[in-house]
């Protein structure tokens, strides 16, 4: 059943509150459409409104964190890592165990247009020594996800979309930090190579699929990896995949610049491995509109991954 990925982040919460005492909740005067509104209804001596005041958010975060707590600061993706300046130093530099989580990720949130629209969070955040940057595709993924960082010693970045998902993991999947899994793996051959590999993460990966699915009915062969861990990011599934791929496509509801593109051409780059990258991404300011036009109108859908996958190719 598709569910936005906020929505799968605030039910776990709820459901690890008595399993991780250490765990606390903050949010900016968003706590409904963060969905941190029934971790505060259910823990209430648990969670901290603090407030239209971000930056005050992220220091008292890191604060409570140094102090032994588990803190968990939720608010909308662009207006979260727009205080990069105090996440940099009270949490980046002294490695705080603070859980950033920025909703309504992308273009992908639609009607509220370009200043609600987070599409630099991850280029920024990438940048910085020590940040773990995650973005699940769906439920399931989001469970591990937030059961992984709630473990994990050190700070979290996990980016979550305001618009439902489809399913794209099966029953039994389990998170893996660091790792791209596939999702959509064609019947071929051992010696047959792909027409190509798509990276996606977050809400582009169910339009990767889709794509997919859609260009294996007329004959081509297309896998799409889901990059659940944009930083540090999967190299080695990079290089496995252009080993026996014609192109790489890359797909982010995200700037071009920065992001999941950035990632597997440095990867590519760095190993040497000589293969056509196609990225695919935000090349400008948002805007107000549907999610699915929105994604038509900036070159991120089923559609154009499609044709991105098959362009040119001899």
């Given at each position: 059943?598709?569910?936005?990925?906020?929505?799968?982040?605030?039910?776990?919460?709820?459901?690890?509150?008595?399993?991780?005492?250490?765990?606390?909740?903050?949010?900016?005067?968003?706590?409904?459409?963060?969905?941190?509104?029934?971790?505060?209804?259910?823990?209430?001596?648990?969670?901290?409104?603090?407030?239209?005041?971000?930056?005050?958010?992220?220091g008292?975060?890191?604060?409570?964190?140094?102090?032994g707590?588990?803190?968990?600061?939720?608010?909308?993706?662009?207006?979260?890592?727009?205080r990069l300046?105090t996440?940099?130093?009270?949490?980046?530099?002294t490695?705080a165990?603070?859980?950033?989580?920025?909703?309504?990720?992308?273009?992908?949130?639609?009607?509220?247009?370009?200043?609600?629209?987070?599409?630099?969070?991850?280029?920024a955040?990438?940048?910085?020594?020590?940040?773990?940057?995650?973005?699940?595709?769906?439920?399931?993924?989001?469970?591990?996800?937030?059961?992984?960082?709630?473990?994990?010693?050190?700070?979290?970045?996990?980016?979550?979309?305001?618009?439902?998902?489809?399913?794209v993991?099966?029953?039994?999947y389990?998170?893996?930090m660091?790792?791209?899994?596939?999702?959509?793996?064609?019947?071929?051959?051992p010696?047959?190579?792909?027409?190509?590999?798509?990276?996606?993460?977050?809400?582009?990966?169910?339009?990767?699929?889709a794509?997919?699915?859609?260009?294996?009915?007329?004959?081509f062969?297309?896998?799409?990896?889901?990059?659940?861990?944009?930083?540090?990011?999967?190299?080695d599934?990079?290089?496995?995949?252009?080993?026996?791929?014609?192109?790489?496509?890359?797909?982010?509801d995200?700037?071009?610049?920065?992001?999941?593109?950035?990632?597997?051409?440095?990867?590519?780059?760095?190993?040497?491995?000589p293969?056509?990258?196609?990225?695919?991404?935000?090349?400008?300011?948002?805007?107000?509109?549907?999610?699915?036009?929105l994604?038509?109108?900036?070159?991120?859908?089923?559609g154009?991954?499609a044709?991105?996958?098959?362009?040119?190719l001899?």
């Amino acid at each position: 059943m598709a569910k936005a990925t906020r929505a799968a982040f605030g039910e776990a919460l709820v459901r690890l509150a008595n399993t991780v005492p250490e765990l606390v909740v903050l949010d900016a005067d968003l706590a409904k459409s963060t969905m941190t509104a029934d971790f505060m209804k259910k823990h209430p001596d648990r969670h901290f409104e603090i407030g239209i005041a971000e930056q005050n958010m992220i220091g008292i975060a890191a604060g409570l964190a140094l102090s032994g707590k588990i803190p968990v600061a939720a608010s909308f993706a662009c207006f979260l890592v727009g205080r990069l300046e105090t996440i940099r130093v009270a949490v980046a530099y002294t490695g705080a165990n603070v859980k950033l989580a920025g909703t309504h990720a992308g273009i992908g949130i639609g009607d509220d247009g370009a200043s609600q629209m987070g599409l630099e969070d991850v280029a920024a955040l990438r940048a910085l020594p020590g940040m773990t940057v995650l973005q699940p595709a769906d439920e399931l993924e989001t469970n591990g996800a937030v059961e992984w960082m709630l473990r994990h010693r050190g700070p979290v970045y996990i980016r979550l979309t305001r618009q439902k998902l489809p399913e794209v993991h099966k029953p039994g999947y389990r998170f893996q930090m660091g790792v791209a899994d596939a999702v959509y793996e064609p019947a071929k051959k051992p010696e047959t190579h792909l027409q190509a590999t798509v990276f996606a993460s977050g809400g582009t990966v169910g339009e990767a699929v889709a794509a997919a699915e859609d260009l294996g009915k007329r004959g081509f062969l297309v896998r799409v990896m889901n990059a659940g861990t944009l930083h540090p990011f999967d190299a080695d599934a990079a290089v496995r995949a252009a080993a026996d791929s014609q192109r790489i496509v890359t797909v982010e509801d995200h700037n071009v610049t920065g992001g999941l593109g950035s990632a597997v051409c440095e990867a590519l780059a760095e190993r040497g491995t000589p293969v056509p990258v196609v990225r695919l991404g935000v090349r400008e300011f948002g805007e107000s509109g549907e999610s699915a036009e929105l994604y038509a109108r900036h070159g991120i859908s089923a559609g154009h991954i499609a044709e991105a996958c098959l362009r040119n190719l001899g």
